[in-house]
């Protein structure tokens, strides 16, 4: 079986298990005292070239964007961000939740990626300071989006600078950020606080850990209030230095942009394969390792029924395809193979 339905399918990394095994020996303090989640700031400090950010361990993406995004808005506040971004479509209002009932508000943008007039736009028609409207508070941006698209570092400082002029904070979900880094070279500080962002969702679980994410904070009285927040979620985990071991070895000598890249290679291969295929369509450009394909609904029906590549269906002619740091060369010469052969027999 090819799997391409999701990188969260994936297994584990074999540097993080080892980090796993590594962190179980002897004792240590519970609930981040243990000298593994101290090392883990200090990683997440060198990696991201900042001097004080703080890197707070949650067990999943929902938690660390519901988490991040409650100590940035009020009650009263609303979070802006694409009307494809995980946390409107995909999280049970889990923001709405943590953040005491902040709403999602969609701002939109072709290639699902947030257009900076339609945001002026948007906070332009604010009635700033009427209590009967809930007033922006953050700009929260997907990064590489739910399409597979991905903002180049300069396009999330101008879309952070818009917001600022109105006072809003900025949060990046960054479930796959390693992809978004990898695929445009740059270094994860101009992708984050060097473009205005000051907290970021940092996803280590589809990129080859054992449910490990983290809330990185590049701003010290967020941070502070975080301490409370993640207790009073339950988000701090007694043994929690066996996610700051994973964290670690993410983070440390590139594994987690090798890994990436690696996710990110494939995709290309499989969309190279794919576009020269009659009657195979893209959605959308491709950024990183995520894909969206149009084709005929019975060459998809064919598939599912032989069950021999697996995907997410996500219409009756669309579906979704993403690699992951596991998939090879040759599960994607296969899989080509067998998309192209289902569209021909559908013809």
Known sequence: MIELRSDNAAGVAPEILAAVQAANTGSALAYGGDDLTAQLHDVVRSVFDHPTARAFPVTSGTAANSLGLSALTPPWGA????????????????????????????????????????????????????????QPSVLSLTLPSDLGTAYRPEQVAEL??????????????????????????CAPADMTWRAGVDVLSLGATKNGALSAEAIVVFDEEIADQLVYRTKRSGHVTSKMRFQSAQLTAYLTDGLWLRMAQSSNRRMAELVAALEAVDGIELVERVDVNMAWVDLPAAAIDALERVGEVVFYRMGATRIRLVTSWETTAEDVSEAGRRFAQAVAEAS
């Open 79 to 134: 979070v802006l961000c694409h009307p494809t971004a995980h946390i409107m479509t995909s999280e049970g209002g889990a923001t709405s939740l943590f953040g005491g009932g902040a709403v999602m508000q969609g701002v939109a943008g072709e290639d699902a990626l947030v257009d900076p007039d339609a945001l002026r736009a948007t906070l332009g028609a604010v009635r700033w300071g009427d209590p009967h409207e809930s």
């Open 160 to 185: 952070a600078g818009i917001a600022r002029e109105r006072g809003l904070r900025v949060h990046v979900d960054g479930a796959r950020l390693a992809n978004a880094v990898a695929a445009h070279g």
